[in-house]
């Protein structure tokens, strides 16, 4: 078994079974993260420069479009910067929230605190939630490491279905370098991977998939190759951006507030995070997270340390949400427990569109290269 040992610059640790050190006892994700946060602005100036540059490009030939840009809202402090930083640009986003039957009371509150005072348009969606219920329970019955990725496909396919309905060139997304980087491969999977999500359901499903929102990954490629495809915009990587000052500003601007960690403005993603994820996989997101956070000086190692020696669950909050959680997904304790108690799976048993990809890949460098071999 490999010795245990925890980054000196971070707080990653061998939980991740693919980390290594260099010489100096650095893992490879700081190493990693070290070149591409070289790219990110320097100063205010040339933050401010690039908003603007933003702008401009968006409001190119859209100025007679009712919307010209789409922000996905979970009520997180990503999402709702975003849509802060739209505000203060001038543009004219549309707003939409994926519901999925998971949000906490105070992301609502947030959410409606955010749009009022920007004064946006806002949509919800609302995903039906027996077949939604039903997926989700396929991933836990899997016993496959990501299962978020019922939410996150969703999300995705619905803001690209979006962006074609009412013709809107530009999507700004909350992913940035700053403070989210460095997370294992193994701790998570390909969002747009429908073969996975779609093999996953069929083996465990009661309920047909016939309005949930999907993206076949194939259209996609064909969409970016062929067509006027939608452009993504990283937007905080344009900018100097701080996780501990974006929730001060929308605390002061929004009364918006915190809920204690990451992702956590939905119930199941906490209880999956908090829970799910270390009893059964020995995963503790916490670890990226505030990982993230060091490099990104917000915080210091030692303080970092301290975060986690702090239980991620009080016995009676834990006890409330299972109960929550395990109510709504029509699960019983013992048949959770069953789930729970199951060896880990990995993704690639249900297949994958990845890995048709590269065995297309495969193909055509072969007939290419014995095309050109042919012809010298």
């Given at each position: 078994?490999?010795?245990y040992?925890?980054?000196?610059?971070?707080?990653?640790?061998?939980?991740d079974?693919?980390?290594?050190?260099?010489?100096?006892?650095?893992?490879?994700?700081?190493?990693e993260?070290?070149?591409?946060?070289?790219?990110?602005?320097?100063?205010?100036?040339e933050?401010?420069?690039?908003?603007?540059?933003?702008?401009?490009k968006?409001?190119k030939?859209?100025?007679?479009?009712?919307?010209?840009?789409?922000?996905?809202?979970?009520?997180?402090?990503?999402?709702?910067?975003?849509?802060?930083?739209?505000?203060?640009?001038?543009?004219?986003?549309?707003?939409?929230?994926?519901?999925?039957?998971?949000?906490?009371?105070?992301?609502?509150?947030?959410?409606?605190?955010?749009?009022?005072?920007?004064?946006?348009?806002?949509?919800?969606?609302?995903?039906?939630?027996?077949e939604?219920?039903?997926?989700?329970?396929?991933?836990?019955?899997?016993?496959?490491?990501?299962?978020?990725?019922?939410?996150?496909?969703?999300?995705?396919?619905?803001?690209?279905?979006?962006?074609?309905?009412?013709?809107?060139?530009?999507?700004?997304s909350?992913?940035?370098i700053?403070?989210?980087?460095?997370?294992?491969y193994?701790?998570t999977?390909?969002?747009?991977?429908?073969?996975?999500?779609k093999?996953?359901?069929?083996?465990?499903?009661?309920?047909p998939?016939?309005?949930?929102?999907?993206?076949?990954?194939?259209?996609?490629?064909?969409d970016k190759?062929?067509?006027?495809?939608?452009?993504?915009?990283?937007?905080?990587?344009?900018i100097?951006?701080?996780?501990?000052?974006?929730?001060?500003?929308?605390?002061n601007?929004?009364?918006?507030?915190?809920?204690?960690?990451?992702?956590?403005?939905?119930?199941?993603?906490?209880?999956?995070?908090?829970?799910?994820l270390?009893r059964?996989?020995?995963i503790?997101?916490?670890?990226?997270?505030?990982?993230?956070?060091?490099?990104n000086?917000?915080?210091?190692?030692?303080?970092?340390?301290?975060?986690l020696?702090?239980?991620?669950?009080?016995a009676?909050?834990?006890?409330?949400?299972?109960?929550?959680?395990?109510?709504?997904?029509?699960?019983?304790?013992?048949?959770?427990?069953?789930?729970?108690?199951?060896?880990?799976?990995?993704?690639?048993?249900?297949?994958?569109?990845?890995i048709?990809?590269?065995?297309?890949?495969?193909?055509?460098?072969?007939?290419?290269?014995k095309?050109?071999?042919?012809?010298?």
């Amino acid at each position: 078994m490999r010795p245990y040992r925890r980054c000196n610059t971070c707080v990653l640790d061998t939980t991740d079974l693919d980390i290594s050190f260099d010489n100096e006892g650095v893992c490879n994700h700081c190493n990693e993260w070290l070149p591409r946060v070289e790219k990110l602005p320097k100063t205010s100036q040339e933050a401010e420069k690039n908003l603007l540059d933003i702008k401009k490009k968006i409001q190119k030939n859209t100025k007679s479009k009712k919307y010209d840009c789409l922000i996905g809202l979970s009520g997180g402090v990503d999402s709702s910067y975003i849509v802060y930083l739209a505000h203060k640009l001038g543009l004219k986003p549309l707003i939409v929230h994926f519901d999925n039957g998971w949000n906490s009371e105070l992301a609502i509150s947030n959410i409606e605190k955010v749009v009022t005072k920007c004064n946006f348009e806002y949509n919800t969606l609302i995903v039906d939630w027996d077949e939604f219920r039903e997926l989700q329970v396929a991933y836990l019955k899997a016993s496959v490491v990501d299962i978020e990725v019922a939410t996150d496909h969703a999300i995705i396919a619905t803001m690209f279905k979006l962006a074609k309905k009412y013709n809107i060139k530009y999507i700004l997304s909350g992913g940035n370098i700053a403070t989210e980087t460095g997370m294992p491969y193994a701790w998570t999977w390909p969002k747009k991977d429908l073969t996975n999500l779609k093999n996953i359901h069929k083996k465990f499903n009661k309920v047909p998939l016939k309005t949930y929102p999907t993206r076949n990954i194939w259209k996609a490629l064909f969409d970016k190759k062929f067509s006027n495809n939608v452009e993504d915009i990283r937007i905080l990587d344009h900018i100097n951006y701080t996780k501990s000052d974006a929730i001060k500003l929308l605390e002061n601007e929004f009364g918006w507030q915190y809920y204690g960690g990451k992702h956590f403005e939905s119930v199941f993603t906490k209880f999956y995070q908090s829970y799910i994820l270390p009893r059964k996989f020995n995963i503790d997101k916490r670890l990226v997270h505030l990982s993230s956070l060091i490099r990104n000086k917000e915080i210091t190692r030692d303080e970092a340390l301290l975060e986690l020696e702090k239980d991620l669950y009080s016995a009676e909050t834990l006890k409330l949400e299972m109960e929550y959680v395990l109510k709504k997904l029509q699960l019983s304790k013992s048949d959770f427990e069953e789930i729970m108690n199951m060896e880990p799976v990995s993704h690639l048993e249900f297949g994958s569109d990845y890995i048709k990809m590269e065995k297309i890949k495969k193909i055509y460098r072969f007939f290419f290269k014995k095309k050109s071999s042919s012809s010298l």
